[in-house]
């Protein structure tokens, strides 16, 4: 089986920064795409950044400019940095991965998710 386990979420004031940790544990074969989703109350889970294996990268256009996604293939972990935080980035962030764990095709694997609040 395969686990994801985020780390960095917390308080932080308008304007600061934060950077989420995420790492892949279990019987991985490949990671390919890697991704931070976010929830916040009352509204469905977007999508944040995304990272493929090669270093692709694709962002939400209320966090371009401001979020950086990057990952470590040899330590299967993807990295969040948020700067210029602002109140309306407060939610529960979610790692996620697709991941092989033999020659079948990739499955989807989700983090517990850590809480993100932007507050003065």
């Known amino acids: 089986q395969v686990q994801l386990v985020e780390s960095g979420g917390g308080l932080v004031q308008p304007g600061g920064s934060l950077r989420l940790s995420c790492a892949a544990s279990g019987s991985i074969f490949m990671i390919n795409d890697m991704a931070w989703y976010r929830q916040a109350p009352g509204k469905q889970r977007e999508l944040v950044a995304a990272i493929s294996r090669g270093g692709s990268t694709k962002y939400a256009d209320s966090v371009k400019g401001r979020f950086t996604i990057s990952r470590d293939n040899a330590k299967n972990m993807v990295a969040l940095l948020m700067n210029s935080l602002k109140p309306e980035d407060t939610a529960a962030y979610y790692c996620?991965?697709?991941?092989?764990?033999?020659?079948?095709?990739?499955?989807?694997?989700w983090g517990q998710g850590t809480q993100v609040s932007v507050s003065s």
């Open positions: 996620y991965a697709s991941v092989r764990v033999d020659a079948r095709p990739p499955s989807d694997y």
